[in-house]
């Protein structure tokens, strides 16, 4: 009977473990999600992201740990430029991407505090995030509902753009969107990545003469 119990206690375990892996396999969630290839070295790219953002985003979010005069700066616009482009002269280049809609709204129309964008992608990965704006679909009673979050509250708020898009510019659009998303989850990445390969080029020449200098040291020890 023990050995039974066991034995089935087992073979749970086993189940288990291969859900776990699964789920793993899909990054932490119950789905597939669609890889995104995006590049924040793409400045293009970013520009052509933070224009979709404040369209598409910015009515009900806010990205508030960045301001337009770094978008300016990292992007390559000016601060005329960006207050332009991204504001519509409604703003001043040291404010804060802040959303348009007044306060409490959001509560009134949605039932839920828009959540803040600013470190969305650090939270849930690049995936997640390309997967939920190109993952929604409509019920049999022609409401809007979400494969990677079902029940979302959120509305298909780029049904336009891909009704009026061919697939390729579809893809070409949510990339740049998250592309953007991605610089300002963390606007210093690529300067983080050039200087890691110059602390590893410094730390393997400092390894090489460390290791001269420990041969010149002991030579005549033996």
Known sequence: MIKAVKNWAL????????LTLNVQAA???NIELEKVHNNVRDTESLQRGAVHFVNYCMACH???LMRYNRVARDLGWTEDEVVTLLSYDQR??????????KEGISEQLFGIQAPDLSVM??????????????????EEDGTWN????????MP?????????????EFDQFTTDLVNFMDYVGEPTKVQRWDMGWKVIAFLFVLLILTYLLKREYWRDVK
């Open 156 to 168: 298909n708020v780029l049904e336009g753009v891909r009704r009026h898009s061919t697939e390729a």
């Open 121 to 138: 992608t650090r939270a849930k990965g690049n995936d997640y995030i390309y997967t939920f704006i190109r993952g929604y679909y409509q």
């Open 11 to 18: 073979v749970g375990l086993t189940l288990m473990a291969g």
């Open 92 to 101: 001043l280049p040291v404010d804060y991407m802040k959303t348009w809609m």
């Open 62 to 64: 806010s990205a508030n």
């Open 146 to 153: 979400n494969k990677v979050l079902e029940g979302t509250s």
């Open 27 to 29: 990054g932490g969630y």
